[in-house]
């Protein structure tokens, strides 16, 4: 079973940066990849970034490519998402995703459980 909380967003500045946390409190995290996805008002959900289950790989939306960095820690089953030089189109709601598939996943439809998301705030 996965269960995903997320924290750490917030409200930030333009040009700031934000760290979002993931715990997955159940007993699979070393065997699921992971991503996080990002909802602004009025648009469709995206994938901002994804990692495989060792951390080996990773894949970044064009968007965030040399700003955001996945990671992840087996040893505290969490999830990270560091944001460096925030824009104000950054602004949305971030989910956390877990998939039963062990490779990079970058298909919505491919991730099998979701957190509840983390406000991110980004003003200019």
């Known amino acids: 079973q996965v269960r995903l909380v997320e924290f750490g967003g917030g409200l930030v500045q333009a040009g700031g940066s934000l760290r979002l946390s993931c715990v997955d409190s159940?007993?699979?995290?070393?065997?699921?990849?992971m991503g996080w996805f990002r909802q602004a008002p009025g648009k469709e959900r995206e994938l901002v970034a994804a990692i495989n289950r060792s951390g080996i790989s990773t894949y970044y939306a064009d968007a965030v490519k040399g700003r955001f960095t996945i990671s992840r820690d087996g040893a505290k089953n969490t999830l990270h998402l560091q944001m460096n030089s925030l824009k104000p189109e950054d602004t949305a709601v971030y989910y956390c995703?877990?998939?039963?598939?062990?490779?990079?996943?970058?298909?919505?439809?491919?991730?099998?459980?979701w957190g509840q998301g983390t406000q991110v705030t980004v003003s200019s």
């Open positions: 995703a877990a998939s039963d598939i062990m490779r990079v996943v970058t298909r919505s439809s491919d991730y099998n459980y």
């Open positions: 159940g007993r699979t995290f070393s065997r699921n990849a």
